[in-house]
């Protein structure tokens, strides 16, 4: 109960259970410039497997240039090559995903140009001269 003593329930952001002035606002989502969550799956698997293979690259780089089994370099020439393959497809990804959203975004201000004003079908439809001769 709230405590002007008008009898209605309010939950803990103190609105009223039933709509009164500010609250009668109906709240929509508003509008995202986050790409689809299938382009950002794919942007992380880009990099998860960009940074196996740079991995195993600098692994092999490493194994290679050390003759005798010497584990402790080539497991930072691993680290090290997925580190750096992880970070540059993480950057070239943060671009394609920044131009795909300002992409769609010009993408729909060009379809509401288009849309306004409504164009109207023309009064007189060209005929078919083709059609018309049979």
Not at 64 to 72: I, P
Not at 87 to 104: F, Y
């Amino acid at each position: 109960m709230s405590g002007r003593g008008d009898g209605k329930r309010r939950d803990r952001f103190g609105t009223s259970s039933t709509p009164t002035g500010v609250y009668d606002a109906v709240l929509t989502a508003a509008p995202t410039a986050l790409p689809s969550v299938f382009a950002r799956i794919v942007a992380f698997a880009a990099i998860v497997v960009s940074a196996v293979c740079g991995g195993l690259v600098g692994y092999a780089i490493s194994a290679f240039e050390c003759s005798r089994g010497c584990v402790g370099p080539s497991l930072a020439g691993a680290a090290i090559g997925a580190l750096a393959a992880a970070v540059g497809v993480a950057a070239v990804a943060a671009l394609v995903l920044r131009s795909m959203s300002e992409w769609a975004d010009q993408a729909s201000v060009t379809h509401r140009r288009r849309r306004w004003p409504l164009r109207r079908p023309p009064a007189n439809p060209p005929i078919d001269d083709k059609a018309a001769q049979q």
